[in-house]
T-cell receptor, first 115, second 111 residues
Framework: SAVISQKPSRDICQRGTSLTIQCQVDSQVTMMFWYRQQPGQSLTLIATANQGSEATYESGFVIDKFPISRPNLTFSTLTVSNMSPEDSSIYLC????????????FGPGTRLTVL | SQQGEEDPQALSIQEGENATMNCSYKTSINNLQWYRQNSGRGLVHLILIRSNEREKHSGRLRVTLDTSKKSSSLLITASRAADTASYFCATPTGGGNKLTFGTGTQLKVEL
């Protein structure tokens, strides 16, 4: 298993600004993912954070809007750029320990409100 | 439409009763997972059932999988107020470990 922390836990931001969310895992993991959960909705995968290379984005998400870094096997960041009220969501990171271990472990989430 | 659709969307029961949630999916899978989310917080993995399994138990949880109908159910027996949460099914997609989540069932267990 893996224990995941996220910072900040919540934030209120102004339109047009950017916020970087940090995700720290207590052990080295193969896979890290970023999800968005809009109010009252399910989770939607934004991207897979790849260690040492560019993230792999899902349809509808682009690097300019959601740049992601993953400098090592325990840490990743997601930036929400040029925010608008529609970006108000919970952002969650998760980790998977790789082939043969299908379950994912989730951080507590970052609740973002954009005014 | 979504890979995983769940019903009911919301369920309210009394403590001690059983709660059943259903999940339908569209593509072939090698496993299906259930997660719980307490009030907008992170998700907790509950149970994984593989495509060659029909039923699996974990404590008060019982999961079934019918690959011919592309459906799964989660049964929580003898529910407690602490079981109040949203429950999501999830299936691997696109190869690797990516997950697609269902629409979720919001369970409320009243005293």
């Amino acid at each position: 298993s893996a224990v995941i922390s996220q910072k900040p836990s919540r934030d209120i931001c102004q339109r047009g600004t950017s916020l970087t969310i940090q995700c720290q895992v207590d052990s080295q993991v193969t896979m890290m993912f970023w999800y968005r959960q809009q109010p009252g909705q399910s989770l939607t995968l934004i991207a897979t954070a790849n260690q040492g290379s560019e993230a792999t984005y899902e349809s509808g998400f682009v690097i300019d809007k959601f740049p992601i870094s993953r400098p090592n096997l325990t840490f990743s960041t997601l930036t929400v750029s040029n925010m608008s009220p529609e970006d108000s969501s919970i952002y969650l990171c998760s980790a998977g320990t790789g082939p043969g271990h299908n379950e994912q472990f989730f951080g507590p989430g970052t609740r973002l409100t954009v005014l | 439409s979504q890979q995983g659709e769940e019903d009911p969307q919301a369920l309210s029961i009394q403590e001690g009763e059983n709660a059943t949630m259903n999940c339908s999916y569209k593509t072939s899978i090698n496993n299906l997972q259930w997660y719980r989310q307490n009030s907008g917080r992170g998700l907790v993995h509950l149970i994984l059932i593989r495509s060659n399994e029909r039923e699996k138990h974990s404590g008060r949880l019982r999961v079934t999988l019918d690959t011919s109908k592309k459906s799964s159910s989660l049964l929580i027996t003898a529910s407690r107020a602490a079981d109040t949460a949203s429950y999501f099914c999830a299936t691997p997609t696109g190869g690797g470990n990516k997950l697609t989540f269902g629409t979720g069932t919001q369970l409320k267990v009243e005293l």
